[in-house]
């Protein structure tokens, strides 16, 4: 019998007064026999709308249909047809504005809970399988990817799947890019990502961690080596900055470098080798997922206070509604209509170190109200005068968006890049201005989502698989 029941069913969670005090992942996944019963709301169109608004384009109501007959297996690998990633799609993927926000369901009601189910379907697998991927018969040909991210992952796994020898550069110790470094524990556990990874180095993908490209080996280098085409996978790094007086006090960073401290270089630990600022006021500047992310780790942390620094009103926060409403119930307050002018600070005497920069002391704001609607639709955050106010922090995370790095670009003739420092590409395959060279994901698009630069990453591996074939 179908389920038409107009809401989802709930996602199990840690009670907000426990889990703002620890790491530990905050949604707890539905069990066999909840998903089931979400499963049954979904009415399997045939026109399947929600496929077409997948950027990896899941066949959704095939792997519902398998959950419907307790087939949970079968539901994993109709997924892992389209995904590598499943398990992290599942968390991290914002089926709000993408699958869900097309589904039938939705129309009168809540949308099947479409990415509660896909994680389900990989926890249930990688918790009862223990079989790993195939290597594929070797083609012959080799393909390098720069940067173990996931546009670089999903890439790597679809060309390692057509029997190609591929090899990830990854700059950092560890791989898995963004997922490992700027997602938060509590929200997409280090074990599900490594797990993803290890599936790809079954699959034959060999994976080369402090390998800085650009600077260690450059794209010249990489087709000198043997690699017949290449897939620049590099993320977006470089963090923006309001460009305010203040910004060069201690206790001002950028939310990169705060995740990346307690993410990747276990900063939270009593005894961390990477020291990293933890009590006190903290303001985060920005209203996306990873001001979220940043907010949510100083709380856990240890901060007495923690505070969202959003020009705009909540209507207009881009992060996703559940990330929100997380960090509400964690006690994080929202100070929206809010613009920074000014960190304030003193100096320090007895820091013979750096004497002209002191510390954070708080953080001059001015009030807004929404103005006309800009370029890209949203309404203009104006500055009302005299509104001037301080807000008292010892801490400021600036997330206000971050640019791909110039690394590559500067030691690459022959790539165009736009104003933006983004790698321009050929929107439907991917490939660049230079001959064999692709890239995707957020060294194109400046930052943006998981299930995006996944798609890129598939896009460029069909065109690369084409372009090595024909050549």
């Keep these: ?14 009670e907000p007064s426990v889990r703002a005090h620890n790491f530990d992942e905050v949604a707890l996944g539905y069990d066999e026999a909840v998903a089931v019963d979400e499963a049954l709301r979904c009415l399997g169109c045939k026109n399947m709308p929600c496929v077409g608004a997948c950027p990896v384009n899941i066949r959704i109501p095939q792997f519902i249909a398998k959950i419907k007959e307790g087939d949970f297996e079968g539901a994993y690998q109709v997924i892992y047809a389209s995904s590598t990633l499943p398990a992290v799609c599942g968390r991290v993927c914002p089926q709000e504005t993408q699958c869900e926000s097309k589904c039938v369901r939705g129309i009168k009601g809540e949308p099947v809970g479409i990415g509660r189910l896909e994680r389900f379907v990989a926890d249930w697998h990688n918790a009862h399988s223990d079989a790993v991927p195939e290597t594929a018969p070797s083609n012959g040909h080799k393909v390098a990817v720069i940067g173990s991210g996931p546009s670089g992952l999903t890439c790597a796994g679809d060309l390692a799947k057509a029997g190609y020898a591929v090899t990830v550069f990854e700059a950092l110790h560890t791989a898995g890019g963004v997922l490992v470094y700027g997602i938060p524990e509590f929200r997409l556990p280090k074990s599900i990502v490594a797990k993803e990874v290890d599936n790809l180095r079954a699959m034959g993908v060999e994976i080369a961690c402090n390998m800085v490209i650009g600077k260690t080996l450059t794209v010249d280098e990489l087709f000198d080596m043997g690699y017949e085409a290449i897939f620049i996978g590099s993320g977006a790094g470089l963090p923006n900055f309001m460009g305010i007086p203040g910004e060069s006090l201690k206790g001002v960073y950028s939310a990169n470098e705060f995740l990346t401290r307690s993410n990747l270089m276990k900063a939270y630990r009593d005894d961390p080798v990477t020291p990293i600022m933890k009590g006190g006021n903290v303001a985060v500047v920005g209203g996306g997922n990873v001001a979220m ?13 923690v505070y969202i620094v959003y020009r705009r009103s909540m209507a207009e926060i881009p992060a996703r509604h559940e990330e929100v409403e997380h960090a509400k119930e964690e006690g994080i307050e929202f100070l929206t209509l809010n613009n920074p002018v000014e960190i304030l600070g003193y100096s320090n005497p007895d820091d013979k170190r750096d004497p002209k920069n002191g510390f954070v002391t708080g953080l001059k704001c001015v009030r807004c ?5 800009d370029a890209r639709g949203r309404r203009r955050a104006v500055e009302l005068p005299g509104t001037e106010h301080i807000i008292d922090v010892d801490c400021v995370i ?4 971050t640019s791909p790095n110039p690394l590559i670009k500067s030691t690459t003739a022959g790539l165009d890049v736009n104003a933006r420092g983004g790698i321009v590409v050929e929107e ?10 692709y890239a995707g994901g957020d060294a194109v698009t400046g930052a943006a989502t ?12 069909k065109a690369i698989d084409a372009y090595l074939k024909n050549k």
């Excluded at 992310?293 to 206070?305: I, K, N, P, Y």
């Excluded at 109200?369 to 609607?373: F, R």
């Excluded at 600036?398 to 968006?401: A, E, L, Q, T």
């Excluded at 439907?428 to 060279?437: D, H, I, L, P």
Aim: positive net charge; charged residues 15%; aromatic residues 0%.
């Design 1 to 14: 019998m179908p389920n038409m029941s107009p809401k989802k069913n709930p996602m199990p969670t840690q």
């Design 293 to 305: 992310d940043a907010a949510r780790t100083a709380l856990r942390l240890g901060a007495e206070h």
């Design 369 to 373: 109200e929404l103005g006309e609607p």
């Design 398 to 401: 600036m997330s206000i968006g």
């Design 428 to 437: 439907t395959t991917g490939a660049t201005s230079r001959n064999g060279v």
């Design 450 to 461: 998981v299930i995006s630069a996944m798609g890129a990453g598939k896009t460029a591996a």
